[in-house]
């Protein structure tokens, strides 16, 4: 039987056990041996990662090949129109090339968000939107880079579910152990 863990991802840790200077990483948090990371979220976002002690379930879980679905909410500077959510419906041109399509939705703040320390930029001029972004494969940064490719970069960052699994009633530093 696998252990699979799923754990919130507070913001500013590192996706990694080995220690990096005195930036936090997973090992401050999860104390369970030989579970590693089934994919990367970045140091500067939050929320949902899976860990485990299965080679073969990591693999199916981080390698694009398989499609595995990551759905995420994130903040954008500015209103996306209808013209910017169907160029990130039908993929984006990105330096490394071109991103499957993905579901992109305009969406209201979800009553169950947890305040982000240090709250992000606030300008007074410029709104801020939230957009529900699915996608089927997992670039470096790549929701980051597709919404700053439609003009809307991304102020903070939340993965709420990968595949089958989602953060629901997991606060940041928390975690939940299953048996799989």
């Known amino acids: ?34 579970v590693y990371p089934a994919g990367r979220l970045d140091y500067d976002s939050e929320g949902l990662m899976i ?19 990551k759905c995420y909410l994130a903040q954008v500077e500015n209103i996306p129109d209808q013209k910017a959510l169907l160029i990130l419906s039908r993929g984006i041109k990105l330096k490394d090339g071109m991103t499957r399509p993905a579901s992109a ?6 009553d169950w968000l947890w305040s982000r320390d240090p709250a992000i930029r606030q300008r007074m001029e410029i709104p801020t939107q939230w957009l529900q972004l699915e996608i089927k494969e997992g ?16 102020l903070r960052l939340i993965r709420t579910q990968v595949a089958g699994w989602s953060l629901d009633g997991l606060l940041p ?3 939940r152990q299953l048996s799989v």
């Open 1 to 34: 039987m696998a252990i699979v863990i799923l754990f919130n991802k507070p913001f500013r840790v590192l996706s990694q056990f080995s220690e990096s200077g005195d930036k936090r990483t997973l090992a401050d948090y999860i104390k369970i041996p030989n």
């Open 51 to 69: 860990l485990t002690d299965d080679g073969q379930l990591q693999a199916r879980i981080a390698n694009p090949d398989h499609k595995q679905a």
């Open 105 to 110: 939705n305009l969406i209201e703040q979800p």
């Open 139 to 154: 670039k470096n940064r790549q929701v980051r880079r597709m919404t700053a490719a439609v003009g809307h970069p991304t």
């Open 173 to 175: 530093g928390q975690y």
